[in-house]
Every structure is written in structure tokens, then in C-alpha cells.
């Protein structure tokens, strides 16, 4: 390291001075260096920690310039020189300071640099300027800034329990300079120390090689179960060269554990309501966290409680089922119960399946229902429905069909019931003959009116034997009319034969020539014609009412009339019986005759 006296000499050498003068010059520099002469004020220089670090020398400099240097002092010890540039051989040296090394570099304009700033570097650096004559000094101190990291929570508890004071985590905050300050928040909002409820520790080390300081704040914290889903930080604040800033650090959210204060059972089922067949998962729960993992479930008809996880299933229930359902913890001090009713639905018919009874007798027919709740019951015939339920107390052929009883619970969905009565009416074959001649008088229609179930086959026979061309007309209700067309010319006797399983019935009806006239016997009506007289018989009788009236007037008239002529009609009628009897006998004559 150069003195001041070799600078002195160099000085002296260069500018080629006597020897008297030398020596003055050199015990100045010597006085100089021991006392500090005011320049123009203190000067201060920020940086960052890394940076290149820039102090300008702050001094205009002289024209009779003989050298600059550099030197930096600290409290309590001797100044140490570290660069020193001569102004007339423009040569520029350094002293051999280790924590410089390489680090320096000195301007013409005696701008000192210093890379790589470090802590160690806040000291307070002097620019000398010397001529012969004088020693200009300007000091300036240096201030070095460290952003630490961003603070992070770690050593974060697996969980927090509600009552009990717990480590929650620690917060540091590595490398920063001037030392930082750290903060807890709890959703935002500052949290101070309480007493056995908020307790914090903190720490400062300090890296000895770097000089930089890492900040830890340990947090034990008692929770209350409003702390679920807290979100707790910290934040780190330091000084930088602008000013005091701030790094929060990224959120921790905790698991509270507190217990179950309240126990719920419910039913886990597809639909609102539950019947006969279903299946029934309950499940019990408590509001504690962790939940409980094992209840007792109390199940009517099971004399002890059943020890199960929270989910318990019953399988296919039956209506003996309903009742109470609850379920406590373990240790039975919290309890919760439900009423489960299972709907039923029975329907029982009288007869049912397939019943077989004769024409004319009689059939009762019962649909006996038993249900959970008021139930719909409705009969089907033939899939159509009926306006009332059935009863026969004289059974006919049209009573025949397939009868349905079907009931349903309308709350419940799915619960519906059905029974089918197949009733079978049989008879033994009924034939009743008509004839009928064409209008025109060419052919006469035979036709034979058959009755009964099963179905009878018809055959027809004559003197000339079977006969083979016939018509039927559609089986319904259990008739049907076979026919067959004919124009004899002689008289003829046709059988019209009709069987089932149940008899064989035959019946015969003489048939004169075509040629001789004859009275038609009147047919059978069917069932669809007889709707249609019934219809006209209602318009009839509408017309007859609206003529009683008129007819009652004329009436009266009548009578009148009828008792004044009275004498005279017995006369009459006297005579007429006369002519009738004379009538009578001729007709008889005419016969024998024949």
C-alpha cells in the first residue's frame, strides 16, 4: 500500500522539484492525510447488492493537478488507501487491498467503480485531489440494499385442532439487507399476540461470508372452527434504495379438527317415496371434522343397534319395515332418528284367472283392495274401460271377456297392482228356423238361427241330402245365423243341425214349391239392429208425449159422441156378427172341397 510520503516522493520526482522543497511538500501530504479538510459536503450513494457501484469524486478538478486517490474509512481504525491515478503520466494503480481485488476501476474524471457491490462495501469512501500546494478531500458514504426472497411458510402443521395451541407453520424470508421485518395475517387482517391463543417467536441469522440476514417468525395459533378455510400469509418489509417495500408471501389454508357437535340421519333413495320391494340406504353423519367413521344404527325389529360405517343398506323391505330409524355415535352421546313408512299395495279378485259357467247362471265378482294410503281402483274389459265394476246375476253370452281389476297408488310411484278374471259363458246350441221369399218371388232365404258357446258347427240336410252352399253371418256375443238360398219346385223339409261340445241340437222347417205362395216368418233381429230400434223407439216416444196432449182432447170429444150413439150401435154390431159366422162357413166348405 502507497503512503503518503511515496506518494509525496513520487511526486516530487515527477515534477523534478529541489530537495527543500520536496521535503516540505512531503510532510504537508503527511499533515493532510492525518486531518480531513472540509469539501463540498457529504455525498450518499444507494445500490443495489450485485451492482456496479459508481462514486464521481464530486471535486473540480485543478489545473496544477498532480495525482488523485481514493481511500475508505471506517470507525475506530486507520484509512486505507485503493487506487491512485497520476494526472501528468495518465498511469493509474492499486493498492493491494484483498477485498478489492479486481473489483475496481478508476476514470480520468477520478470516477471510482466498484463492481459487484457487497455489504461489506458501506463505508465511507474519500476522493483526494493533490497539487503542489493544496489537498482537496470529498467524502462519500455508500449505502448497499438486499430485496430478501419472497417469505414462505414452512414446517405447516398436517392439521389444527379447535382448543389446543399448536404450531402453525414458520415464516421466513432468506437474504435481504438492512434486515427485514415479518407479519402473520389471517384472511387478510394483522394478527397480534394473545395471550395462550396467538404466540409468536422471532429469529434473525446473519450469513457470516455474505452478511445477509435471513428473517424466521414462528406462529403457534389456537384455531376455532370458524378458522375452516382460513387463509393465513405473512409479509416480509425491507428497505430498498426507493424506499420501504413489501413481498407477501403465497396463502395456507389448514384442516381444522374440532368435534362432532350434531348427528343427521338421512334415506338415500331414488324416489320420494319408498314400497314394498325397494331398497333403502341410510346414512348417518356428523358435522366434526374429521367425520366419525363408525355410528350405531337402531333398526326396528333388531333388538340391539347395529355398528356400521356411515352408509347402511337394507335390502328388499317389506311393510313390517315402517317405523323409527336412528343412529348415534359410538359412544351413543349424540342421536338422531327418522320415520320411514313403506307403502303396500294388495288387491285380491274373486274369482280370477280363468272361470267357465253357464248361460243364465250367476257370478259373483269381488275386487278387495288393502293399502298403505287410499288407493284408485278402476275394471277393464277387453282393455276398455268400465264405467262401474261387474256383477252378473244371470250371466249372458256378451257377458264374456277378459276382465281386469287394476289399482294404484297414485303418491307412489311405480306401486301399482292387477288381477284378470277370464270369464268363458258356454251353452248348448239353440236353433230357431225363418224363411223369406225375394221380392221378385225367384228364391226363398232359409235361415237358421243358431246360440251357443263353444261356437257350434251347422250342418244342412235335406231329402236330397247335405247341403253344402251356405252363408254365416260374424259370431258375436255367441250368435250367428247360417243361410242358404233355395227354389224348390215341390215341397221340401230342411234340417239345419248345430253342435258343440256340449250337445248336438237339430231342427226342421217345411218349405212349400216356389210356385205356391206362402207368409215369411219374421227374422231375428240383431244386436246392432236392435240398437238402432231402441234409438228410433226413443224418438217415438219423444213424439208420443208431445201427442198426449192433443189426443187427450180429442179423447174427451169422443166419448161424447160415442155414448150418444150408444142404442143405435148395438144393432149394428148385431148384424156384422151375423155376416161374420156366414163368412166362416163358406171358408170351411172351400177347404173340405180342396
Not at 382448543?163 to 415464516?171: F, I, M, R, V, Y
Not at 363408525?294 to 347395529?306: A, K, M, R, S, V
Not at 352421546?333 to 303396500?344: C, P
Amino acid at each position: 500500500m502507497e503512503t503518503p510520503s511515496a506518494a509525496a516522493a513520487t511526486t516530487a520526482s515527477c515534477c523534478r522539484r529541489s530537495p527543500l522543497l520536496t521535503g516540505l511538500l512531503r510532510l504537508w501530504l503527511l499533515l493532510g492525510a492525518l486531518c480531513l479538510r472540509p469539501g463540498l459536503g457529504l455525498y450518499k450513494v444507494n445500490t443495489i447488492y450485485g451492482d456496479t457501484i459508481i462514486l464521481p469524486c464530486h471535486l473540480e478538478v485543478p489545473n496544477d493537478l498532480m495525482f488523485g486517490k481514493w481511500k475508505y474509512e471506517i470507525a475506530n481504525k486507520p484509512s486505507e488507501f485503493i487506487a491512485f491515478r497520476s494526472a501528468t503520466k495518465k498511469n493509474v494503480q492499486y493498492d493491494d487491498v484483498p477485498e478489492y481485488k479486481d473489483r475496481l476501476s478508476l476514470s480520468e474524471n477520478y470516477t471510482l467503480s466498484i463492481n459487484n457491490a457487497r455489504i461489506g462495501d458501506e463505508k465511507k469512501f474519500v476522493c483526494m485531489l493533490v497539487t503542489e500546494d493544496n489537498v482537496f478531500e470529498q467524502a462519500t458514504i455508500v449505502k448497499v440494499f438486499k430485496q430478501p426472497s419472497q417469505p414462505e411458510i414452512i414446517s405447516q402443521a398436517e392439521y389444527l385442532e379447535t382448543e389446543q395451541l399448536k404450531l402453525l407453520g414458520q415464516c421466513i424470508a432468506k437474504d435481504g439487507y438492512p434486515e427485514g421485518n415479518l407479519t402473520w395475517f389471517k384472511n387478510g387482517i394483522v394478527l397480534q399476540p394473545v395471550e395462550e391463543t396467538i404466540v409468536i417467536h422471532e429469529q434473525t441469522n446473519v450469513d457470516q461470508a455474505s452478511g445477509l440476514y435471513t428473517v424466521i417468525s414462528s406462529l403457534e395459533y389456537k384455531p376455532t372452527k370458524d378458522d375452516t378455510d382460513a387463509q393465513f400469509t405473512c409479509t416480509v418489509t425491507y428497505f430498498a434504495p426507493t424506499g420501504q417495500e413489501t413481498i407477501r408471501s403465497e396463502s395456507a389454508v389448514f384442516d381444522i379438527h374440532y368435534p362432532t357437535e350434531k348427528v343427521k340421519i338421512q334415506v338415500l333413495s331414488q324416489r320420494n317415496s319408498i314400497k314394498e320391494g325397494d331398497n333403502i340406504t341410510l346414512k348417518c353423519s356428523g358435522n366434526g371434522n374429521p367425520p366419525p367413521q363408525e355410528f350405531l344404527f337402531y333398526i326396528p325389529g333388531e333388538p340391539d343397534p347395529i355398528r356400521s360405517s356411515s352408509l347402511y343398506a337394507l335390502i328388499d323391505v317389506r311393510r313390517n319395515a315402517t317405523g323409527e330409524y336412528r343412529c348415534a355415535l359410538t359412544d351413543e352421546s349424540l342421536m338422531d332418528s327418522t320415520i320411514i313408512t313403506i307403502h303396500y299395495l294388495d288387491l285380491s279378485l274373486t274369482p280370477s284367472g280363468e272361470v267357465i259357467k253357464q248361460i243364465g247362471e250367476a257370478l259373483p265378482v269381488s275386487c278387495t283392495i288393502s293399502s298403505s294410503r287410499n288407493a284408485t281402483v278402476f275394471w277393464l274389459k277387453d282393455n276398455t274401460r268400465m264405467r262401474s265394476s261387474p256383477s252378473f246375476s244371470s250371466l249372458q253370452y256378451q257377458d264374456a271377456g277378459n276382465y281386469i281389476c287394476e289399482t294404484t297408488l297414485q303418491e307412489v310411484e311405480g306401486l301399482k297392482k292387477r288381477q284378470i278374471l277370464t270369464l268363458i259363458v258356454q251353452g248348448k246350441p239353440q236353433i230357431k228356423m225363418t224363411k223369406k221369399t225375394s221380392t221378385d218371388g225367384s228364391y226363398k232365404t232359409i235361415s237358421c238361427h243358431v246360440e251357443g258357446f263353444p261356437k257350434p258347427a251347422v250342418q244342412w240336410t235335406s231329402s236330397g241330402g247335405v247341403i253344402n252352399k251356405t252363408e254365416e253371418t260374424k259370431y258375436v256375443n255367441g250368435k250367428f245365423v247360417s243361410k242358404i238360398k233355395i227354389a224348390p219346385e215341390e215341397n221340401v223339409t230342411l234340417t239345419c243341425i248345430a253342435e258343440n261340445q256340449l250337445e248336438r241340437t237339430v231342427n226342421s222347417l217345411n218349405v212349400s214349391a216356389i210356385s205356391i205362395p206362402e207368409s215369411d216368418e219374421p227374422e231375428e233381429k240383431s244386436d246392432d239392429s236392435m240398437e238402432n230400434v231402441n234409438d228410433q223407439a226413443k224418438l217415438i216416444v219423444g213424439i208420443v208425449v208431445g201427442l198426449l196432449l192433443a189426443a187427450l182432447v180429442a179423447g174427451v170429444a169422443y166419448w161424447l159422441y160415442v155414448k150418444k150413439s150408444k142404442s143405435a150401435s148395438k144393432h149394428v154390431d148385431k148384424d156384422l156378427g151375423n155376416i161374420e159366422e156366414n163368412k166362416k162357413l163358406e171358408e170351411n166348405n172351400h177347404k173340405s172341397e180342396a
